[in-house]
C-alpha cells in the first residue's frame, strides 16, 4: 500500500531524539498531514487508537465477571464437594442453579452495559488533524501514525507524538509524571537518554493542554503509546463516589452476618451427631442465602435504565455509578454562565475611554478575536458575531494565546505603520501591563488617577450586569516571535461590553432545587458585582459573598464553616474552586459541580457529581459524569429526580431481599437443630433464591413514592439493619408457625414439610417485595406492571412445581394435599398483612 509507513511499524524508540524530516520519512507522511484514503488503511492496520484497558467490555469479559463473585465461587466449590461424594444429582441441580443464575445477571448487565456505551459514544472526544493538507475533526480513536494534530488550550491529546510547533505550550502531564505544575513544551531534538519528564519536544497521550497551542506529528497511538504502557499499573481512578462506599460497607455487614451464621450452623449440626458434608452445604446455602445474590445486576439494571431516561432528557450519562450521587446531592456548585444566564453573550458595546462607541476599538477588538487559533470562548464568539461591515484583515505575524493566570490573549499584525500587538483581557490584567492610555487620539502617560478612574467607570457598568474586558495595543518590535515577556508598556484603548441576560425561568429552577433539598452556590470567576447583578435578577437570596482575595487569607477548618453560610463565590481561580468544593464535602455534603472550562477539570473530577455542556472543552468532558446536551438548569432537576428513582429502587430490593432472606435463613438455621433432617436441602434453598430473583430484575420500573424524591437521601447503614431485623424476625415467626403447623399439628413427613416450607418461603418472599417496596399501603401504592405479572407468573410456577412429575422427583418435592395448601396460602395472608402494619410502624418510629 503507498501509504505503508517504512518497515511496516512505526519508529519504537526514542522518537524525540530525532529531528522531525527523519520522522516524516520514517511516518511516510509530510506537513501536510496523510490523505484520508492513507488514514483509513493505518486505521486498518494498526487498529484503533484505543487502550486495551479502556472502559470496554466484551461480552466474554462480562460472563468471566460472574464468576469472580466468592459466593459464585463457593457454590462451584460445594458442587465439586457433592461430585466428590458422588452426590451426582444434588451436584447437577446446583450447578444447574448458579449456571441459569449467572446466565441471568450476564445478560441483563450485557444489555445495560451495550445501552451505556451507545450513549457515550455520542460525546466520544475528537481531535483536529490535518487531511489532505486541510483541517478536519476526526474521533481521537480514529487517529493513526502519521497524523499532523493540531492542539489548542483544553485539548486532551490523543497519541505520542513531536512538537512541530508551539506557541507558550503548557502540558499538563501529571497522570504519567505526577507533576503538579503544567510542563511547558517547545519543538526541537533531545538525547535518546531523556526521561519521561525531560521529553519538552513531545507530547503524550492523556495529559491534556493547559494553554497555548501547537502542531505534533503523532508517532505512536493506542497501547503503544506511554501511557498504554503503564495502562494496566495506574492507579488513578475516580473518587469513591457516596453510592459505592454504601455498597461496601452493606457488603462488610452482611459479610459479618454470614461468617456467624454459617460457623455456628456448621458447629451446632456437627454436634447433633448429623452428617458433616451435608451440614457443610447447608451452611454454606444459608450464607448464600441470606445474600443479595442479583444485587450487582440489579444495580447494572437500574442504572442502565437511568441513563437511557436521562439521555431522552438531554442528559448523557459517562459514569454509572454517578447516576446514584445525582439522587443524594444537596449542593449544587455552577458558573453563572449558560445555566443561570442564556449563555448566549453579546458584546454590547466597543468604546473609548470617555465612555463613547468607538469604531477603532472594535476593529482592533474584532482582529484579536478573528485571528486568534487558541481556545475558542464565547466573548471572541460574540465579537465576531457583532460585525456589521467588511473589514480588512491585516496579515498576522504571531500570536500569545490566552491563558488563565494572564487572563489575556495577545496577536501581533502587520500593519502600513509597521507591526500592532493587540492585548484584550480582564481589565485588571490589561491595566496592569499599560503605562498609557489613549485620551483623544493622543497617548497620555498613566500617570495620577488614569487607572482609577478606568476602574470606577467599570465598577459602573459591572453593576448594571456587564462583564467588562480592556483592549491595549503597542507598536511591536521587528522580531518575528514574541512572548508574554513582551506584554509591557501597552497602551490602554477601550473598553468592551458583554451582556448575558438571565433566564427567565431561572428563579422557578432555583426554587424547584431548593424545595428539592438542594442548595445553590455561584462560583465564578467574574467580578463581585456583575455576580450580585445577576443573583438579584434572578431572585437568589445572597446569604454571603468571598471573593478569591478574601479566600486566600482563610484557612482550611476556617473554610469549611465559611462553606456553609456563603453562596456567592466570586473572582476565584481554579485552585480555589477545588478548595471550596473539598470544603463542603469535608462539611458531609454530597456537591455537584458544573464547569466546561479548563480551569474547571480539578473540580470536575473531584466533585461527587462533575457535570459539563456539549460544548465544553475536551478535559472538561472527559472530567465529568455527566455532559448536558442542553445547558438547561432544568434538566439537572429532572437528573436529580431520575438519580433519587433509581436510588430508591436499589434499596428496595437490598431492604426486602436481606429482610425476607434473613428471616427464612435464621428460621432453617434454629429448625435445623430442632429436627432429625435439614428443614430445605441444599438446592432447595439456593432454588427459593433463583425464582424471588426473577421479579426484583423489574423493580427498575417501579414507581416511588414521594417522600423518596423530595429530599436527597443516603445509604444509612443502622437503618438497613433496623429493617433487616424487624421485618425478618416478622418473617421468622410465621415460619415457625408454618413448622409447627406442619410438625405437631399435620405430623408431616419429611418430603412433605420441605415440599410445604418451599413453597410457603417463596410465597412470602414475593409477598413482602410487593408490600414492603413502598411506606404506602399495598392497596394504594402503584406497583410496576412488570413487578406485579412476573411475581404472578412466579407464585403460580412454584405452586405448579410438586405437581409436574419429574421435576417434583428432581426437586425432592411432593404434590401436596389441597386442605395444606390452603392452610399455607392463609398463613402466607395473614404474614402479608403483619407486614402491613409492620411498616406502619417502622416508618413512624423511623419519622420521630
Same mark, same amino acid.
Given at each position: 500500500?503507498?501509504? &505503508? @509507513?517504512?518497515?511496516?511499524?512505526?519508529?519504537?524508540?526514542?522518537?524525540?531524539?530525532?529531528?522531525?524530516?527523519?520522522?516524516?520519512?520514517?511516518?511516510?507522511?509530510?506537513?501536510?498531514?496523510?490523505?484520508?484514503?492513507?488514514? %483509513?488503511?493505518?486505521?486498518?492496520?494498526?487498529? /484503533?487508537?484505543?487502550?486495551?484497558?479502556?472502559?470496554?467490555?466484551?461480552?466474554?469479559?462480562?460472563?468471566?465477571?460472574?464468576?469472580?463473585? /466468592?459466593?459464585?465461587?463457593?457454590?462451584?466449590? *460445594?458442587?465439586?464437594?457433592?461430585?466428590?461424594?458422588?452426590?451426582?444429582?444434588?451436584?447437577?441441580?446446583?450447578?444447574?442453579?448458579?449456571?441459569?443464575?449467572?446466565?441471568?445477571?450476564?445478560?441483563?448487565?450485557?444489555?445495560?452495559?451495550?445501552?451505556?456505551?451507545?450513549?457515550?459514544?455520542?460525546?466520544?472526544?475528537?481531535?483536529?488533524?490535518?487531511?489532505?493538507?486541510?483541517?478536519? &475533526? =476526526?474521533?481521537?480513536?480514529?487517529?493513526?501514525?502519521?497524523?499532523?494534530?493540531?492542539?489548542?488550550?483544553?485539548?486532551?491529546?490523543?497519541?505520542?507524538?513531536?512538537?512541530?510547533?508551539?506557541?507558550?505550550?503548557?502540558?499538563?502531564?501529571?497522570?504519567?509524571?505526577?507533576?503538579?505544575?503544567?510542563?511547558?513544551?517547545?519543538?526541537?531534538?533531545?538525547?535518546?537518554?531523556?526521561?519521561?519528564?525531560?521529553?519538552?519536544?513531545?507530547?503524550?497521550?492523556?495529559?491534556?493542554?493547559?494553554?497555548?497551542?501547537?502542531?505534533?506529528? =503523532?508517532?505512536?497511538?493506542?497501547?503503544?503509546?506511554?501511557?498504554?504502557?503503564? *495502562?494496566?499499573?495506574?492507579?488513578?481512578?475516580?473518587?469513591?463516589?457516596?453510592?459505592?462506599?454504601?455498597?461496601?460497607?452493606?457488603?462488610?455487614?452482611?459479610?459479618?452476618?454470614?461468617?456467624?451464621? =454459617?460457623?455456628? =450452623?456448621?458447629?451446632?449440626?456437627?454436634?447433633?451427631?448429623?452428617?458433616?458434608?451435608?451440614?457443610?452445604?447447608?451452611? @454454606?446455602?444459608?450464607?448464600?442465602?441470606?445474600? +443479595?445474590? !442479583?444485587?450487582?445486576?440489579?444495580?447494572?439494571?437500574?442504572?442502565?435504565?437511568?441513563?437511557?431516561?436521562?439521555?431522552?432528557?438531554?442528559?448523557?450519562?459517562?459514569?454509572?455509578?454517578?447516576?446514584?450521587?445525582?439522587?443524594?446531592?444537596?449542593?449544587?456548585?455552577?458558573?453563572?454562565?449558560?445555566?443561570?444566564?442564556?449563555?448566549?453573550?453579546?458584546?454590547?458595546?466597543?468604546?473609548?475611554?470617555?465612555?463613547?462607541?468607538?469604531?477603532?476599538?472594535?476593529? !482592533?477588538?474584532? $482582529?484579536?478575536?478573528?485571528?486568534?487559533?487558541?481556545?475558542?470562548? %464565547?466573548?471572541?464568539?460574540?465579537?465576531?458575531?457583532?460585525?456589521?461591515?467588511?473589514?480588512?484583515?491585516?496579515?498576522?505575524?504571531?500570536?500569545?494565546?490566552?491563558?488563565?493566570?494572564?487572563?489575556?490573549?495577545?496577536?501581533?499584525?502587520?500593519? +502600513?505603520?509597521?507591526?500592532?500587538?493587540?492585548?484584550?483581557?480582564?481589565?485588571?490584567?490589561?491595566?496592569?501591563?499599560?503605562?498609557?492610555?489613549?485620551?483623544?487620539?493622543?497617548?497620555?502617560?498613566?500617570?495620577?488617577?488614569?487607572?482609577?478612574?478606568?476602574?470606577?467607570?467599570?465598577?459602573?457598568?459591572?453593576?448594571?450586569?456587564?462583564?467588562?474586558?480592556?483592549?491595549?495595543?503597542?507598536?511591536?518590535?521587528?522580531?518575528?516571535?514574541?512572548?508574554?515577556?513582551?506584554?509591557?508598556?501597552?497602551?490602554?484603548?477601550?473598553?468592551?461590553?458583554?451582556?448575558?441576560?438571565?433566564?427567565?425561568?431561572?428563579?422557578?429552577?432555583?426554587?424547584?432545587?431548593?424545595?428539592?433539598?438542594?442548595?445553590?452556590?455561584?462560583?465564578?470567576?467574574?467580578?463581585?458585582?456583575?455576580?450580585?447583578?445577576?443573583?438579584?435578577?434572578?431572585?437568589?437570596?445572597?446569604?454571603?459573598?468571598?471573593?478569591?482575595?478574601?479566600?486566600?487569607?482563610?484557612?482550611?477548618?476556617?473554610?469549611?464553616?465559611?462553606?456553609?453560610?456563603?453562596?456567592?463565590?466570586?473572582?476565584?481561580?481554579?485552585?480555589?474552586?477545588?478548595?471550596?468544593?473539598?470544603?463542603?464535602?469535608?462539611?458531609?455534603?454530597?456537591?455537584?459541580?458544573?464547569?466546561?472550562?479548563?480551569?474547571?477539570? +480539578?473540580?470536575?473530577?473531584?466533585?461527587?457529581?462533575?457535570?459539563?455542556?456539549?460544548?465544553?472543552?475536551?478535559?472538561?468532558?472527559?472530567?465529568?459524569?455527566?455532559?448536558?446536551?442542553?445547558?438547561?438548569?432544568?434538566?439537572?432537576?429532572?437528573?436529580? $429526580?431520575?438519580?433519587?428513582?433509581?436510588?430508591?429502587?436499589?434499596?428496595?430490593?437490598?431492604?426486602?431481599?436481606?429482610?425476607?432472606?434473613?428471616?427464612?435463613?435464621?428460621?432453617?438455621?434454629?429448625?435445623?437443630?430442632?429436627? /432429625?433432617?435439614?428443614?430445605?436441602?441444599?438446592?432447595?434453598?439456593? $432454588?427459593?433464591?433463583?425464582?424471588?430473583?426473577?421479579?426484583?430484575?423489574?423493580?427498575?420500573?417501579?414507581?416511588?413514592?414521594?417522600?423518596?424524591?423530595?429530599? /436527597?437521601?443516603?445509604?444509612? @447503614?443502622?437503618?438497613?439493619?433496623?429493617?433487616?431485623?424487624?421485618?425478618?424476625?416478622?418473617?421468622?415467626?410465621?415460619?415457625?408457625?408454618?413448622?409447627?403447623?406442619?410438625?405437631?399439628?399435620?405430623?408431616?413427613?419429611?418430603?412433605?414439610?420441605?415440599?410445604?416450607?418451599?413453597?410457603?418461603?417463596?410465597?412470602?418472599?414475593?409477598?413482602?417485595?410487593?408490600?414492603?417496596?413502598?411506606?404506602?399501603?399495598?392497596?394504594?401504592?402503584?406497583?410496576?406492571?412488570?413487578?406485579?405479572?412476573?411475581?404472578?407468573?412466579?407464585?403460580?410456577?412454584?405452586?405448579?412445581?410438586?405437581?409436574?412429575?419429574?421435576?417434583?422427583?428432581?426437586?425432592?418435592?411432593?404434590?401436596?394435599?389441597? +386442605?395444606?395448601?390452603?392452610?399455607?396460602?392463609?398463613?402466607?395472608?395473614?404474614?402479608?398483612?403483619?407486614?402491613?402494619?409492620?411498616?406502619?410502624?417502622?416508618?413512624?418510629?423511623?419519622?420521630?
Amino acid at each position: 500500500m503507498n501509504s &505503508q @509507513i517504512n518497515n511496516h511499524s512505526a519508529p519504537k524508540d526514542a522518537f524525540w531524539s530525532k529531528p522531525a524530516s527523519q520522522l516524516f520519512e520514517d511516518l511516510a507522511s509530510s506537513a501536510a498531514g496523510l490523505s484520508a484514503s492513507a488514514a %483509513s488503511e493505518r486505521l486498518d492496520e494498526f487498529g /484503533p487508537n484505543a487502550l486495551s484497558a479502556g472502559s470496554h467490555l466484551s461480552g466474554l469479559a462480562i460472563l468471566a465477571n460472574q464468576f469472580k463473585s /466468592p459466593i459464585i465461587l463457593i457454590l462451584i466449590f *460445594a458442587t465439586l464437594i457433592s461430585a466428590i461424594v458422588k452426590d451426582w444429582i444434588d451436584a447437577a441441580i446446583i450447578l444447574a442453579i448458579v449456571a441459569a443464575s449467572s446466565l441471568l445477571s450476564f445478560f441483563q448487565e450485557y444489555n445495560a452495559h451495550n445501552a451505556a456505551e451507545k450513549l457515550k459514544n455520542q460525546i466520544a472526544l475528537k481531535a483536529s488533524v490535518l487531511r489532505d493538507g486541510k483541517v478536519t &475533526q =476526526v474521533l481521537s480513536r480514529e487517529v493513526v501514525p502519521g497524523d499532523i494534530v493540531l492542539l489548542s488550550a483544553g485539548s486532551m491529546v490523543p497519541a505520542d507524538g513531536l512538537i512541530l510547533e508551539a506557541k507558550d505550550l503548557f502540558i499538563n502531564q501529571s497522570v504519567l509524571t505526577g507533576e503538579t505544575f503544567p510542563v511547558e513544551k517547545a519543538p526541537g531534538v533531545l538525547p535518546s537518554s531523556a526521561s519521561l519528564a525531560e521529553q519538552t519536544n513531545c507530547v503524550f497521550m492523556g495529559t491534556n493542554v493547559r494553554s497555548g497551542s501547537a502542531k505534533i506529528l =503523532v508517532v505512536h497511538t493506542g497501547k503503544n503509546t506511554s501511557f498504554g504502557a503503564i *495502562a494496566k499499573t495506574l492507579t488513578l481512578r475516580a473518587p469513591e463516589t457516596e453510592f459505592e462506599r454504601g455498597v461496601r460497607r452493606f457488603g462488610s455487614m452482611l459479610s459479618e452476618i454470614m461468617l456467624i451464621m =454459617v460457623l455456628l =450452623v456448621l458447629v451446632f449440626n456437627v454436634l447433633l451427631n448429623k452428617p458433616f458434608m451435608d451440614s457443610l452445604l447447608f451452611s @454454606i446455602a444459608l450464607a448464600v442465602g441470606l445474600t +443479595p445474590q !442479583l444485587l450487582p445486576a440489579i444495580i447494572s439494571i437500574n442504572l442502565s435504565k437511568g441513563a437511557q431516561i436521562m439521555a431522552r432528557s438531554g442528559v448523557i450519562v459517562r459514569r454509572l455509578n454517578a447516576i446514584e450521587n445525582f439522587g443524594s446531592m444537596d449542593v449544587l456548585c455552577t458558573d453563572k454562565t449558560g445555566t443561570l444566564t442564556q449563555g448566549v453573550v453579546k458584546l454590547d458595546g466597543a468604546l473609548d475611554l470617555q465612555g463613547n462607541p468607538s469604531d477603532e476599538v472594535f476593529r !482592533l477588538a474584532y $482582529l484579536n478575536a478573528s485571528l486568534q487559533s487558541g481556545l475558542e470562548n %464565547s466573548l471572541d464568539e460574540a465579537i465576531k458575531a457583532a460585525k456589521s461591515k467588511q473589514m480588512d484583515s491585516p496579515l498576522k505575524l504571531d500570536e500569545i494565546p490566552y491563558d488563565f493566570m494572564r487572563k489575556r490573549l495577545s496577536i501581533v499584525v502587520a500593519e +502600513p505603520e509597521g507591526s500592532l500587538m493587540i492585548t484584550k483581557g480582564a481589565l485588571d490584567h490589561i491595566i496592569e501591563i499599560c503605562t498609557s492610555y489613549d485620551a483623544g487620539g493622543k497617548v497620555a502617560s498613566f500617570a495620577g488617577d488614569a487607572p482609577e478612574d478606568i476602574e470606577k467607570k467599570a465598577l459602573a457598568w459591572e453593576e448594571q450586569g456587564f462583564r467588562v474586558l480592556g483592549i491595549a495595543t503597542k507598536t511591536a518590535g521587528a522580531q518575528k516571535q514574541f512572548s508574554r515577556l513582551d506584554e509591557t508598556e501597552m497602551t490602554f484603548r477601550g473598553f468592551l461590553l458583554f451582556y448575558d441576560p438571565p433566564k427567565i425561568d431561572a428563579a422557578d429552577t432555583i426554587n424547584d432545587l431548593k424545595s428539592l433539598g438542594v442548595s445553590l452556590k455561584i462560583i465564578t470567576g467574574d467580578s463581585r458585582n456583575v455576580t450580585l447583578h445577576i443573583a438579584e435578577k434572578i431572585g437568589l437570596t445572597v446569604s454571603g459573598v468571598l471573593t478569591g482575595r478574601e479566600l486566600n487569607d482563610i484557612n482550611d477548618e476556617a473554610l469549611w464553616h465559611v462553606v456553609e453560610s456563603t453562596n456567592l463565590f466570586v473572582e476565584v481561580d481554579p485552585n480555589q474552586k477545588e478548595r471550596i468544593i473539598n470544603s463542603l464535602q469535608k462539611r458531609n455534603h454530597v456537591v455537584g459541580y458544573m464547569g466546561d472550562g479548563i480551569n474547571d477539570a +480539578p473540580s470536575l473530577h473531584n466533585a461527587d457529581v462533575g457535570i459539563s455542556v456539549d460544548s465544553a472543552v475536551d478535559v472538561a468532558k472527559e472530567a465529568a459524569d455527566f455532559v448536558l446536551l442542553r445547558h438547561d438548569l432544568d434538566v439537572l432537576k429532572r437528573g436529580i $429526580l431520575l438519580g433519587r428513582t433509581t436510588f430508591a429502587n436499589t434499596l428496595k430490593y437490598i431492604n426486602v431481599t436481606t429482610s425476607a432472606n434473613f428471616g427464612n435463613m435464621v428460621s432453617m438455621a434454629g429448625v435445623s437443630l430442632l429436627l /432429625p433432617f435439614l428443614p430445605l436441602l441444599p438446592f432447595q434453598v439456593l $432454588l427459593t433464591n433463583f425464582l424471588t430473583d426473577f421479579p426484583a430484575m423489574m423493580i427498575a420500573g417501579d414507581s416511588v413514592d414521594d417522600v423518596m424524591v423530595q429530599c /436527597p437521601h443516603r445509604w444509612n @447503614i443502622r437503618s438497613l439493619r433496623r429493617f433487616m431485623v424487624v421485618f425478618g424476625v416478622i418473617s421468622s415467626v410465621f415460619d415457625y408457625v408454618t413448622f409447627f403447623y406442619l410438625l405437631k399439628i399435620l405430623k408431616s413427613s419429611q418430603d412433605v414439610f420441605r415440599t410445604g416450607w418451599f413453597i410457603q418461603s417463596v410465597l412470602t418472599e414475593l409477598l413482602a417485595l410487593l408490600i414492603l417496596r413502598s411506606r404506602q399501603s399495598v392497596l394504594k401504592s402503584r406497583i410496576g406492571k412488570g413487578l406485579w405479572i412476573t411475581s404472578l407468573l412466579i407464585a403460580i410456577l412454584t405452586i405448579s412445581l410438586p405437581y409436574i412429575h419429574g421435576v417434583s422427583s428432581l426437586l425432592s418435592i411432593t404434590p401436596l394435599p389441597l +386442605p395444606l395448601m390452603v392452610s399455607l396460602i392463609g398463613i402466607t395472608l395473614l404474614y402479608s398483612l403483619a407486614n402491613e402494619i409492620g411498616k406502619r410502624y417502622f416508618y413512624r418510629k423511623q419519622n420521630d
